[in-house]
């Protein structure tokens, strides 16, 4: 039997059974029911209505001038369809990708945004409602999943390589959209032996092009990684088994090593067979501890493993080797808490600041054989750091940040941190914006020094019902946007954006 045939024999009989069994927790309509019930008392909610079709090309009102080097485009990608036929999905993570385009050129800003056809997609739009699982909600009568694209979703990121825009989750294909009009094209297909399997919404890019990824196969215990030339073209492709398979959005590279953050929060294959959601798998184990999985770049198949107190990990900033010893930064929570009940919340229009996610700094000896961690008190979430500087030597991490945000979900400023010296600079955009994720833009031209260049990103007005996209200079964070612009329409909180010279 051919890899890829058994693969996806395991996983349907490992998943087939669980996705689609049975629905979970409170019944859909009361998700619906309790979200409209709190529009009206909780305006932060205009973020997570969602949508259902396409938005049209809109020009923005610019206030200042767009750099004359930052022509091209910003790319968002998250969950956007939230509900379809009166059931409303349980988790924040479930919604259908739409990827949303700002394009800058000197005539100014110009909007759009357009759902990922994804195979999902289809199948749901055609039924009129969710007939297929998604990774919090089982929907009532679900059909069978005979492989994860089935569920594909791909509302997680964006990325540009080897001449490709794609759409990223983080359970199955990339899916490739083209940059102009944002139409889906095709599932990206590694290789034969690879097709349909994992690749993560969070693959790294290194200086001279190489991109690292991995992908969970939950059911089965094991970690892709994936090695893609600059040109696109996969160099190579590895499967381990790890014991204990966690929930893992994200991972760092550096110049020789990978390296994999597992928090406890464990995939128990019996709960899924039982017909727990994909999310509702897994189980907060806190004996394990962090685990942390380093593996050398030329001997993937000799895993190195630490242990760090437990916590719950979405996402690391950057990673570097310093003397032999690996610096990283992450943000951490001391449990899974948000991902498993607070993103539930959200879809019922409900908010508790229970605990938050701060700036974590990591220091790795694989010599030593030792992990040690920093809590820094910054509250903050999407960390991004200079493309040039990716698994190298760093100090920049930029990120939205919670200040002051009040009694709403979110952030409210961006932050450029030193990881060296731990000062920072923030800009507060106010209680009444929700600050999505700022990409930093290397200047063109430039000094070709770390962290020259522009901090651009979006926002949504709570008060006027609006988007703003602004533009920093990424060294000047406190003196406010150079230039802002304004649409009169509200779109969908999303997660993870880039930007593409034109
Ligand atoms: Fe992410």
Known sequence: MERRNFIQALFAAAGAASLGARAAGPSADAYATAFAASRAAHRWTMGYVGLQADVEPMPLTLRGRIPADLTGAFYRNGPARHMLGGQRYHHLFDGDGMVQKYSLSERGIVHQGRFVRTEKFLADSAAGRPVRAAFGTNPPGAEPIPAPDAINVANTSVVSHGGELMALWEGGSATVIDGRTLATRERRVWSPEYAGMPFSAHPKIEPDGTLWNFGITSSLGLLSIYRVKPSGELASATTI???????????????????????????????????????????????????????????????????????????????????????????RSPSAWNATVALKELMQGRYEAHEHASVALLEIDPKAGRARQSLLPQVAEFPRVDPRIVGRRYA???????????????????????????????????????????????????????????LVGTALDLKREQMLFSVFDAQQLAAGPVAQASMARVMPLGLHGIFVHA
Not at 299 to 312: H, I, K, S, V
């Open 396 to 454: 920049q991490v930029f990120s939205a940040a919670r200040v002051d945000a009040g009694d709403r979900p979110g952030f409210d400023a961006v932050m450029r941190l030193d990881v060296t010296s731990g000062r920072h600079e923030v800009y507060r955009y106010g209680a009444d914006l929700m600050v999505e994720e700022h990409v930093f833009v290397p200047r063109r031209n430039g000094s070709g020094r770390e962290g020259d260049g522009w």
């Open 241 to 331: 088994k790890v014991p204990d398979i966690a929930m893992v959005h994200d991972f760092a590279v550096t110049e020789r090593h990978l390296v994999f953050l597992l928090p406890p929060l464990v995939f128990d294959r019996a709960r899924s067979e039982a017909g727990e959601t994909f999310l509702d798998s897994h189980v907060w184990k806190p004996e394990l501890g962090m685990r942390v999985l380093v593996l050398h770049k030329d001997r993937l198949d000799a895993p190195q493993w630490f242990e760090l107190p437990a916590g719950f990990v979405f996402h690391v900033g950057n990673a570097c080797e310093d003397r032999g010893v690996i610096r990283l930064d992450c943000i």
